[in-house]
């Protein structure tokens, strides 16, 4: 005999005897009303109540059931894998009255003692009105049996297959001191940032090819007009503030692009006697002792201006300068 069903049968033997109450009360029918939290119980008939009280008492919940209702504690057997037609001890044997073969006809249940013959030796509660007593019953009105035992086997089994359910199993993972600030490149929030950001720089590099234009930086200082230097010419400060003079090599290509007027192209002072152009006139340097005949056209004839030089000492008179374009009046 299993120990499951040696471990039941002392159980149910110690309660032989056992009659029922008057109103068709049980300690039985009480125990389970408590278990279940459900009053009805305390007076409903209690030949399964009886086996769930034992299970509870031998500790075998989980291999013999608890329920009440004979066809449900059928039906879980079954579902269990633990259902037969062949009887043993310690095996739950569920009859029909009426002769039928279907767990939903179940009418009573009671535990196999042991087995003789074509008949078996039963423990049964609620029999014969009122008692929990021994009986000898034929198989005719045998539906099935229900044995714990199979239970136990079937419940091992199962745990063993749900074991191999994951066949590869995870390596254990080595612990690291702490994580790299490299492990955030490739989450989502820096995936969405990078491409937020190459949108930004692309945009503002297309805005800037056609809607902006670069100013040209000039690599040298300009004088203009506006921007000479002070002070009397020939001075150090003025020398020393007068910007250096643009390469002729560039000279044509401000002129070509309309950058700003070039300022006046500095020059030596011209030897006596020569002609020089000035404004829209021309000019003869006077030597030494003689006048200085400034030609200014405009009119039928060259007008002349006469400036009387004095030796070498006298006084040179430039050319009127330019008035700065803001200067007041």
Known sequence: MDPIAQRLLETVRQELGYKE?????TKFGQWYADRVQDTQFRNAPWCDMFLAWAADRSGLTPYVG??????????????????????????????????????????HVGVVERVKGKKIHTIEANVDGVWLKRKVRETDKVVGYGVPRLVKDNADRLGEIRSTEQPFVRPPQ????????????????ALLAAMVLVTVVLSLRFTRRRGIH???????????????????EGSEEAEARRPAPIPDTFRDRLTRVGAPPVPRRQREPSRPGE?????????????????????????PGPREKARTGSGPAATRHSVPSRRKPYGPR
Do not use: C, I
Request: glycine share 16%.
């Open 21 to 25: 109450k008057s109103g068709q009360f």
């Open 214 to 232: 670069r100013r040209l930086a000039w690599p040298w200082p300009v004088a203009w007009p506006w921007n000479e230097p002070d002070g009397p």
């Open 275 to 299: 002609r020089e152009t000035v404004g829209g006139g021309e000019r003869e340097t006077a030597r030494p002792g003689e006048r200085e005949t400034v030609r200014v056209g405009g009119g």
């Open 66 to 107: 608890e329920f009440a209702w004979t066809p449900s504690h059928a039906a879980w057997f079954m579902k269990q894998g633990a259902w037969t037609q062949r009887p043993e001890p310690g095996a739950l044997v569920f009859f029909d009255w009426r002769g039928g073969k279907s767990y939903k006809g179940v009418d």
């Open 174 to 189: 080595s612990a690291t001191g702490g994580s790299s600030p490299l492990d955030f490149l490739g989450t989502p929030p």
